[in-house]
């Protein structure tokens, strides 16, 4: 089965990270940092902070935000609808894709945000 990942199911503006970190219940694992509210659109959108704390190079930054996109746009099916933000946390640096799907879906079943 194919999933996407389109524009709209991204966070994009400041405001709606801004009103995540103000207003959403926060989870933590070992791989990334969880912020979740309710949805003001009805949609399923996500999106994903990784500043230069969390590595000088980009290619860092950039392998780890590409981890957390895939592995939502893989679990996007099960999600329930609402607005999240990732954030990365150093030991993503030495995972596999599967280990750091495997983290998000644990993580999202902490938050109570998985159908299965």
């Known amino acids: ?12 503006l400041k405001s709606e990270f801004e ?3 103000e207003h959403g219940t ?3 694992s070992g791989d990334c940092v969880l912020s979740v509210s309710g949805s003001p659109d009805g949609r ?3 999106g994903v902070i990784c500043g230069k704390k ?17 592995s939502f746009r893989l ?4 999600i329930a609808i609402c607005h999240m933000v990732l954030i990365p946390r150093q030991p993503i640096k030495g995972r596999k894709q599967q280990e750091v799907q495997t983290s ?6 902490k938050a109570g945000l998985t159908t299965d």
């Open 26 to 28: 926060r989870y933590a």
């Open 1 to 12: 089965m194919k999933y996407s990942l389109n524009k709209s199911d991204k966070l994009l």
């Open 19 to 21: 009103r995540l970190k």
């Open 44 to 46: 399923l959108r996500c």
């Open 75 to 78: 679990l996007k099916p099960k």
């Open 54 to 70: 969390f590595s000088k190079k980009a290619v860092v930054r950039n392998r780890a935000r590409r981890l957390l996109w895939e």
């Open 104 to 109: 998000l879906q644990a993580l999202l079943r």
